[in-house]
C-alpha cells in the first residue's frame, strides 16, 4: 500500500497563477483533509470530506477550492495565488480509529 | 471547537536527558492525540487517549490523560537523537480535528 500520496512535492507559483495539488489513499478512508502549516502555527485545516461528493470548509479556508469526485482523491485548488499562501501543504486521510495517515507534503512558493 | 495549547514550544536536552511535552485546554476534551513530525517530514500518528486518567506506553514513550481530561503529557525516558522532530497533540472529532502548535525537540550528544 502507498498510504497517503501528493503530487507535486514543490510548486514555484507566480501571484495570481492558479494550480491544483493532488492527494491520493488506497486505503479506502472515508475522511479526508487538507492542511496547512506554517512556522510557529501548526496545522490548521483548510477544507475537508466525509465522504466522496462532499466537501466542507475548515479553518482557513479562504482562497482555496477543493473536490472529492472519487472516494481516493481530494483535490485542492489555488485559482490566484498569493504570497500569503506560501506554505507546506499537507493532505491526511483517517481511519475508522480516528489516526490520520498524513501525505509527504507540498512545498508551495508563491513570489 | 475545541482548542489546546502545547508547551514548551521548543526544548534542546542532551542525550540520555528525559523530555516532557504538555497539551492543556480550558475545557474537557473528548480524546487526545499525539503525532511525531520529523525535520522535513509529515505528521506520523502515535497513540490516542481517550479514558480519563489513561496511561500508555510505547517503549520510552509514555502519554498520560489527565482525569479532568483537559491536559494530557508525552514523556520520553532517556532521548535519542532519534527522538529528533516536532511533537503534536490534537483533539476533537473526525471533521473537527484541532491541533496544538507543537513542541520542537532537539537532541545533542
Known amino acids: 500500500n502507498a498510504g497517503v500520496t501528493q503530487t507535486p512535492k514543490f510548486r514555484v507559483l507566480k501571484t495570481g497563477q492558479s494550480m491544483t495539488l493532488l492527494c491520493a489513499q488506497d486505503m479506502n478512508h472515508e475522511y479526508m483533509y487538507w492542511y496547512r502549516q506554517d512556522p510557529g502555527m501548526g496545522l490548521r485545516l483548510i477544507h475537508y470530506s466525509v465522504g466522496e461528493g462532499t466537501t466542507a470548509k475548515g479553518e ?26 506560501t506554505s507546506v501543504y499537507f493532505c491526511a486521510s483517517q481511519s475508522s480509529y480516528n489516526e490520520q495517515f498524513f501525505g509527504p507534503g507540498t512545498r508551495l512558493t508563491v513570489l | 471547537g475545541q482548542q489546546v495549547m502545547q508547551i514548551p514550544q521548543y526544548q534542546h536536552v542532551q ?30 500518528f502515535l497513540i490516542q487517549l481517550v479514558k480519563s486518567g489513561e496511561v500508555k506506553k510505547q517503549k520510552r514513550l509514555t502519554f498520560q490523560f489527565g482525569e479532568a481530561k483537559k491536559n494530557s503529557s508525552l514523556h520520553i525516558t532517556a532521548t535519542q537523537t532519534t527522538d529528533v522532530g516536532t511533537y503534536f497533540c490534537g483533539t476533537g472529532t473526525a471533521s473537527k480535528l484541532t491541533f496544538g502548535t507543537g513542541t520542537r525537540l532537539q537532541v545533542t550528544l
Open chain 1, 60 to 85: 482557513v479556508p479562504d482562497g482555496y477550492n477543493v473536490s472529492r469526485l472519487k472516494k481516493q482523491n481530494f483535490l485542492l485548488g489555488l485559482e490566484s495565488a498569493a504570497p500569503s499562501q
Open chain 2, 15 to 44: 542525550e540520555g536527558e528525559d523530555f516532557t511535552t504538555y497539551c492543556n485546554s480550558s475545557t474537557t476534551l473528548s480524546n487526545i492525540q499525539w503525532y511525531k513530525q520529523r525535520p522535513g517530514g509529515h505528521p506520523v
